[in-house]
C-alpha cells in the first residue's frame, strides 16, 4: 500500500515536470528505483535547415521526432521560412534511434516523455541552443524550429543537432549534421528565389 502511494506521487511529480519541460536525470532515476516497466520504441529523429543563406540574416533549423511509419518532415515540406529561405525535402536528414517509455502500472499506457534538442553551429548565433521535444507514444512530435544568424560566409557551414533523453545532457540518443551554404550578403533576394518561395508557400496552403 505504501509502496502504491510512492508510485502514485512519483506519478505526479514527472507529470508536473513534463508539463514544464524540465524532466530530469534525477526523475528518470527515481522511476528505475521503483522498477516501473519500460516499453522501447523506435523513432527517428529528421532535420532540414535551407541548403543556402546569407550572412546576418535569420534562417531556420526544423525538426521533429517521426514513428517509423510516418512520413515525418515531409508532411511540411517544401516550405520558406519568414526571410525566404526555401527548405525542400531534399534538405531533410534522419537517424533512427530508441526511446524507452515508462508504463503507467494502474492504467498499462505508456507515459509520454521530454526529449532535448541542442545544436551545435559555430558559424551561427542561435536563439535558444537548448529547446524540449515533448514525444506521446506512437505518435510524432510537434516540429520544432530554431532560429539562426548566420556571422561570416563559408562554403560548407555545418550545424550539430543533439537529441538527449536529459536536460543536463548526460544521455545521448542521436544526433545528425546539416550543412549549409552562407553567402555574403546580395542585398536584394533573386527572382528565382523569391518567386519559388512564395511558389511553394501558396501551394503549401492549397
Known amino acids: 500500500m505504501q509502496q502504491d502511494k510512492a508510485i502514485f506521487q512519483l506519478f505526479e511529480e514527472v507529470e508536473k515536470q513534463l508539463v514544464k519541460g524540465k524532466l530530469s536525470t534525477n526523475h528518470l532515476s527515481m522511476f528505475s528505483k521503483q522498477g516501473l516497466m519500460q516499453k522501447t520504441l523506435e523513432y527517428r529523429i529528421e532535420a532540414a535547415m535551407p541548403s543556402q543563406t546569407e550572412i546576418k540574416q535569420t534562417?531556420?533549423?526544423?525538426?521533429?521526432?517521426?514513428s517509423l511509419n510516418s512520413?515525418?518532415?515531409?508532411?511540411?515540406?517544401?516550405?520558406?521560412?519568414?526571410?525566404?529561405?526555401?527548405?525542400?525535402?531534399?534538405?531533410?536528414?534522419?537517424n533512427q534511434f530508441p526511446i524507452e517509455f515508462f508504463i503507467n502500472q494502474t492504467t498499462d499506457e505508456l507515459l509520454p516523455t521530454n526529449l532535448f534538442i541542442s545544436l551545435i553551429a559555430p558559424d551561427f548565433l542561435i536563439d535558444k541552443p537548448l529547446k524540449t521535444l515533448y514525444l506521446s507514444p506512437n505518435q510524432d512530435s510537434g516540429v520544432l524550429t530554431f532560429l539562426l544568424i548566420p556571422q561570416t560566409p563559408k562554403k560548407l557551414a555545418r550545424v550539430i543537432v543533439e537529441l538527449y533523453k536529459d536536460q543536463e545532457k548526460s544521455i545521448l540518443l542521436s544526433s545528425l549534421t546539416l550543412i549549409t551554404k552562407i553567402k555574403r550578403k546580395s542585398g536584394l533576394r533573386s527572382y528565382t528565389q523569391r518567386f519559388l518561395s512564395k511558389f511553394f508557400r501558396v501551394n503549401q496552403l492549397n
Open 59 to 66: 534562417t531556420e533549423v526544423r525538426l521533429i521526432a517521426a
Open 71 to 94: 512520413s515525418g518532415l515531409q508532411n511540411y515540406l517544401p516550405d520558406s521560412t519568414e526571410l525566404d529561405d526555401l527548405i525542400t525535402k531534399k534538405d531533410i536528414r534522419k
